[in-house]
């Protein structure tokens, strides 16, 4: 069966753009491929992290994931840093990328803005660690959204150099497999409606668990009356919905609503406008409220419930790690002989 990895980052309020992106698209595949889902706590830190938010956070997107219905025997949920061999991949990693190659990355331009010099080298490195998730299980599906298109090509470009640059060891040592190639190519799984859902306060800006406003954003852990709000306040221009989806064009934060309501109800946006076409804010906004109040409801009842036992969560994780360990100690063993590390 493929082997399917992704993660997510601790790093603040989970919300609606990381559980359509991504999280919601993890549950389907525990049924056809081998899936490992990753709490990126060592990617969390590239940018600083209060200790206790840390552990918190890492808690809360285990949550999510149980609470999303990721189902921890059929899948391994597990924390990054409990699998030391992510930074050890990693290092062999950033002695094969280039340095060009992340100063190419938008997300860390956006990131780093124009304090560059100041960030940590972390955050430059970042696609790097990226690319040794993934390679660490030898994953070929990456169920992602679409702002991370461009770091998966990355870690395809990192995995046909390490292929190159070692061909002839991998192939003395017998670990090219029928196509002489050590790491498989991975493939982007970015489909569906809902690839990048944006800001609820400027529909060119993605919706992020970094933006300074908290009205930005709906978190999976806001309960109905906040969620009714933000939507309510969410920034539109006046007119009214269109018949079409041409009409949504030059139409930003209008495109947005409409897509995450086709998202929350499994509808494509067609659809939906077939039914809000030609009616007003007034009528659409309270009925997406109820829907995402729907939909999110009964998840943040359950993560809740899963906070309130830490415990338990943490042995998920440990659990997970445990698993997660088993796939990689072998591949990590095969990288070392590769590279020519003594034992
Ligand atoms: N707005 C979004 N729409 C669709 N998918 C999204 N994802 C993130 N934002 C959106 C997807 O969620 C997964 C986890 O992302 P991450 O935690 O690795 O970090 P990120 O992509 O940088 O997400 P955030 O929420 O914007 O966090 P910060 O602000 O910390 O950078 C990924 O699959 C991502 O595509």
Redesign the pocket.
């Known amino acids: 069966t493929p082997r399917v990895f ?4 601790p ?2 309020d989970l ?1 609606l ?2 559980y ?3 999280i919601r698209r993890f549950v389907p595949l525990q049924d056809t491929h081998e899936t490992l889902y990753c709490v ?1 706590d060592m990617h969390a830190i590239t940018v600083w992290q209060e200790p206790e938010a840390l552990r918190r956070a890492t808690r809360e997107v285990a949550a999510a994931f149980i609470a999303a219905g990721i189902d921890p025997k059929r899948s391994i949920i597990f924390n990054q840093s409990q699998v030391a061999e992510h930074a050890e991949l990693a290092w062999v990693f950033n002695c094969i990328a280039r340095i060009g190659w992340m100063n190419r990355m938008t997300q860390f331009k956006d990131k780093a803005g124009k304090n560059s010099e100041n960030v940590s080298l972390g955050l430059l490195a970042y696609p790097s660690l990226m690319a040794a998730d993934i390679l660490l299980y030898k994953a070929t599906q990456v169920p ?5 298109k461009q770091h998966l090509e990355l870690t395809r470009d990192i995995a046909a150099k390490f292929n190159n640059d070692y061909a002839q060891t991998i192939k003395a040592l017998g670990l090219g497999g029928d196509t002489g190639e050590f790491f498989p190519m991975t493939d982007p799984l970015i489909a569906g409606p ?4 944006m800001s609820l306060r400027d529909g060119t800006k ?5 933006d300074p406003s908290d009205q930005s954003r709906i978190s999976l852990l806001d309960d109905a009356d906040a969620i009714a709000k933000k939507i309510r306040r969410a920034t539109t221009d006046p007119a009214e919905l269109p018949e079409t989806v041409e009409g949504l064009a030059g139409r930003p934060e209008a495109d947005n609503l409409v897509g995450i309501y086709a998202a929350l109800s499994d509808r494509s946006k067609p659809e939906v406008l077939a039914e809000f076409g030609g009616k007003g804010w007034g009528v659409f906004k309270p009925a997406l409220a109820d829907l995402a109040v729907s939909v999110l409801s009964p998840m943040s009842t359950r993560m809740r419930e899963l906070l309130d036992d830490p415990e338990t969560i943490d042995g998920v994780l440990r659990d997970g790690g445990a698993r997660a360990r088993a796939i990689a100690a072998p591949i990590m063993d095969e990288v070392r002989r590769i590279v020519g590390f003594v034992r």
């Open positions: 992704s993660g997510i980052q790093s603040g919300h753009g990381n359509l992106g991504a990126v992602v959204g679409d702002d991370q809902a690839t990048r859902i993605k919706m992020s668990k970094s």
